[in-house]
């Protein structure tokens, strides 16, 4: 799923070059290109898909050019994660009927990728079982984190598999500080990561039962020029997967499966930088000299030398035309500086 725009990590990330798309993780290879690579021992390449917008196509076919041009499924403009996905599953429910989908965004850093493929394969095993179920990749939370979901753990499937699987008893909305907290120490609360699996038939059907309307606009889409797909599915409402379709099944209709992932959904600035930090230091992108500096991200190019004396728990992310300086704590408020660009009409810094 590589739609998103990616703005929490601005500058780095623009409307045009989005974070999934940029090297963040790595100098060899971009979020997108990371992706790809994990997912590769679960499929060969003609059932590789990409669902992006219009906008990115370009960048998809540029960055992963051994993925065939018709696996990339183009939304006509971006309308949340249901619609998205009902695009993926209608798309290719058309081409298979018994297709089997495993989602996953493709702006995730991991550090151990073959949990996640050992994790997914167990999902798609208890696909093979109870086919109308909808599958959830859990993954064991490491902090008490606000700016993440929760699944709640029900009972334990007693079919042994390769991991332990669970009915998904509950979805929680990105907690306060105290229910995080609480959430932590509780050994059945997992982070949810959207990673899912399920059979693309259920999920068309589960489109006919709490959104309509989506499967509709989908069917009505088919065999029409783009400018009138984009109409139809233009007029679609913005909404989230979870809150439409997810969290209205029932427990018995839903499974996750704990996931051990050294992971971070790189949401913003500080949650890359506890990604690859060790203890108090500092990590640095580029050329940078440091003193008396401590538990900071200090992002650059090679081109450009990057000094800092004295600072501690400063983010800095130099760009060609922009810089950001930042606490640590407050980097995920960047879209206030965002709002401020946008009010002074400084379109190109977007």
């Given at each position: 799923m590589a739609g998103g725009s990616g703005t929490r990590l601005w500058p780095l990330s623009?409307?045009?070059?989005?974070?999934?798309?940029?090297?963040?993780?790595?100098?060899?290879?971009?979020?997108?290109?990371?992706?790809?690579?994990?997912?590769?021992?679960?499929?060969?390449?003609?059932?590789?898909?990409?669902?992006?917008?219009?906008?990115?196509?370009?960048?998809?076919?540029?960055?992963?050019?051994?993925?065939?041009?018709?696996?990339?499924?183009?939304?006509?403009?971006?309308?949340?994660?249901?619609?998205?996905?009902?695009?993926?599953?209608?798309?290719?429910?058309?081409?298979?009927?018994?297709?089997?989908?495993?989602?996953?965004?493709?702006?995730?850093?991991?550090?151990?990728?073959?949990?996640?493929?050992?994790t997914v394969q167990t999902a798609l095993k208890v696909i093979e079982k109870y086919p109308e179920r909808f599958g959830l990749i859990g993954i064991n939370p490491t902090e008490a984190s606000t700016e993440l979901g929760y699944i709640q753990l029900g009972d334990e499937l007693n079919e042994k598999y390769r991991h332990k699987v669970f009915e998904a008893s509950a979805f929680k909305e990105k907690p306060d500080k105290k229910t995080a907290k609480e959430y932590l120490s509780n050994w059945s609360y997992l982070w949810n990561a959207a990673y899912f699996v399920f059979k693309a038939e259920t999920f068309i059907d589960m489109l006919k039962t709490h959104t309509p309307h989506i499967l509709s606009a989908l069917k009505q889409m088919d065999g029409v020029d783009e400018a009138k797909q984009y109409k139809i599915y233009n007029a679609l409402p913005r909404e989230p997967v979870d809150t439409v379709i997810l969290e209205k099944l029932s427990s018995k209709e839903r499974f996750v499966v704990p996931a051990d992932l050294m992971w971070s959904d790189v949401g913003n600035w500080r949650t890359l930088h506890d990604f690859y930090k060790n203890g108090n230091t500092n990590v640095s992108r580029g050329t940078v000299y440091t003193a008396d500096t401590k538990n900071c991200l200090l992002f650059g190019k090679k081109s450009k030398t990057i000094t800092t004396l004295g600072l501690k728990d400063i983010i800095v992310i130099d760009t060609d035309d922009a810089i950001l300086i930042a606490h640590r704590d407050e980097v995920h408020n960047v879209k206030k500086i965002i709002e401020k660009l946008k009010d002074a009409d400084k379109d190109e810094l977007l």
């Amino acid at each position: 799923m590589a739609g998103g725009s990616g703005t929490r990590l601005w500058p780095l990330s623009r409307k045009a070059n989005p974070k999934q798309f940029q090297h963040l993780t790595s100098d060899e290879d971009t979020l997108i290109q990371e992706t790809y690579k994990r997912v590769c021992p679960l499929a060969d390449t003609e059932k590789i898909f990409v669902s992006t917008t219009t906008q990115y196509a370009d960048l998809v076919k540029k960055q992963l050019p051994d993925l065939p041009t018709k696996n990339i499924i183009i939304e006509p403009c971006g309308r949340d994660t249901a619609p998205a996905m009902g695009l993926v599953a209608h798309t290719i429910y058309k081409r298979d009927k018994n297709a089997v989908i495993t989602t996953t965004p493709s702006d995730h850093a991991i550090k151990n990728p073959e949990n996640y493929v050992c994790t997914v394969q167990t999902a798609l095993k208890v696909i093979e079982k109870y086919p109308e179920r909808f599958g959830l990749i859990g993954i064991n939370p490491t902090e008490a984190s606000t700016e993440l979901g929760y699944i709640q753990l029900g009972d334990e499937l007693n079919e042994k598999y390769r991991h332990k699987v669970f009915e998904a008893s509950a979805f929680k909305e990105k907690p306060d500080k105290k229910t995080a907290k609480e959430y932590l120490s509780n050994w059945s609360y997992l982070w949810n990561a959207a990673y899912f699996v399920f059979k693309a038939e259920t999920f068309i059907d589960m489109l006919k039962t709490h959104t309509p309307h989506i499967l509709s606009a989908l069917k009505q889409m088919d065999g029409v020029d783009e400018a009138k797909q984009y109409k139809i599915y233009n007029a679609l409402p913005r909404e989230p997967v979870d809150t439409v379709i997810l969290e209205k099944l029932s427990s018995k209709e839903r499974f996750v499966v704990p996931a051990d992932l050294m992971w971070s959904d790189v949401g913003n600035w500080r949650t890359l930088h506890d990604f690859y930090k060790n203890g108090n230091t500092n990590v640095s992108r580029g050329t940078v000299y440091t003193a008396d500096t401590k538990n900071c991200l200090l992002f650059g190019k090679k081109s450009k030398t990057i000094t800092t004396l004295g600072l501690k728990d400063i983010i800095v992310i130099d760009t060609d035309d922009a810089i950001l300086i930042a606490h640590r704590d407050e980097v995920h408020n960047v879209k206030k500086i965002i709002e401020k660009l946008k009010d002074a009409d400084k379109d190109e810094l977007l």
